[in-house]
């Protein structure tokens, strides 16, 4: 095997902990403006240990009338949304990867999440991130596994233009499907591990994962890249 979990985790530990706050503060903002933590709820009453759902109609007029008054809004927000993902989050979340990439090797500063903005190929960046946001998207119509599959086969994509802005996008789908060939099960099983970090970040209300398992999942999924990057090479005989 390329790598072990435990090998990958204890680097990334070890590197989270020697630029600690600066690799807080950086997934905070890729977490806020990147990857999100946001989604609908229900909320339900209890009494008397039972759940009390709101009445159908009522609920319905609800909605009916919420649309009515702000649909417009939601229509418009969405938009802006979409288009902030396309030209800004996608950039910024090479940027992430170059920062925690760079923080493997030493401390960086977080300046490093624009580094998207500032390297003079923005345009390749959003235009092959976008593609990969596409693709993984029509491969999710399927069904579910085929854009699971693909999502993993991709995933080196942003890390590659991170490390190459210059890299086509031929190239970039083309490297990352390349390095995660026989690789994608070994990185669900990486992903998988960190599950009950998370549990406990959601019992925590967002604390552990604000001030440990998130960066720490990043400096571990950049750990991940480091290593099929260094594979990729010695195959080619560079």
């Given at each position: 095997?390329?790598?072990?979990?435990?090998?990958?985790?204890?680097?990334?530990?070890?590197?989270?902990?020697?630029?600690?706050?600066?690799?807080?503060?950086?997934?905070?903002?890729?977490?806020?403006?990147?990857?999100?933590?946001?989604?609908?709820?229900?909320?339900?009453?209890?009494?008397?240990?039972?759940?009390?759902?709101?009445?159908?109609?009522?609920?319905?007029?609800?909605?009916?009338?919420?649309?009515?008054?702000?649909?417009?809004?939601?229509?418009?927000?969405?938009?802006?949304?979409?288009?902030?993902?396309?030209?800004?989050?996608?950039?910024?979340e090479v940027g992430g990867c170059r920062?925690?990439?760079?923080?493997?090797?030493?401390?960086?500063?977080?300046?490093?999440?624009?580094?998207?903005?500032?390297?003079?190929?923005?345009?390749?960046?959003?235009?092959?991130?976008?593609?990969?946001?596409?693709?993984?998207?029509?491969?999710?119509?399927?069904?579910?596994?085929?854009?699971?599959?693909?999502?993993?086969?991709?995933?080196?994509?942003?890390?590659?233009?991170?490390?190459?802005?210059?890299?086509?996008?031929?190239?970039?789908?083309?490297?990352?499907?390349?390095?995660?060939?026989?690789?994608?099960?070994?990185?669900?099983?990486?992903?998988?591990?960190?599950?009950?970090?998370?549990?406990?970040?959601?019992?925590?209300?967002?604390?552990?994962?604000?001030f440990w398992s998130n960066p720490y999942?990043?400096?571990?999924?950049?750990?991940?890249?480091?290593?099929?990057?260094?594979?990729?090479?010695?195959?080619?005989?560079?």
């Amino acid at each position: 095997m390329l790598w072990t979990r435990s090998q990958l985790k204890w680097q990334a530990k070890n590197a989270f902990k020697k630029n600690y706050w600066r690799c807080v503060l950086a997934a905070l903002i890729l977490g806020l403006l990147v990857y999100g933590a946001g989604g609908a709820r229900l909320n339900v009453d209890v009494k008397n240990g039972q759940m009390l759902l709101p009445d159908p109609e009522r609920a319905a007029r609800m909605i009916q009338t919420f649309l009515q008054r702000f649909g417009g809004f939601l229509a418009a927000g969405s938009f802006l949304g979409i288009i902030l993902g396309i030209f800004v989050f996608s950039v910024l979340e090479v940027g992430g990867c170059r920062f925690f990439i760079e923080n493997g090797f030493g401390p960086v500063s977080v300046d490093r999440l624009l580094h998207g903005f500032r390297n003079g190929n923005y345009w390749n960046i959003v235009a092959t991130q976008f593609f990969r946001g596409l693709f993984t998207f029509l491969w999710s119509l399927l069904f579910i596994i085929p854009g699971i599959v693909k999502a993993y086969q991709y995933r080196m994509i942003p890390y590659l233009l991170a490390d190459d802005p210059k890299l086509t996008q031929d190239a970039a789908f083309a490297i990352s499907k390349e390095m995660m060939t026989g690789q994608k099960w070994d990185a669900f099983v990486l992903d998988l591990s960190f599950i009950g970090w998370n549990i406990l970040s959601a019992a925590s209300f967002g604390l552990v994962g604000l001030f440990w398992s998130n960066p720490y999942q990043h400096a571990t999924n950049a750990e991940l890249y480091n290593a099929l990057k260094t594979e990729y090479f010695r195959r080619r005989g560079a």
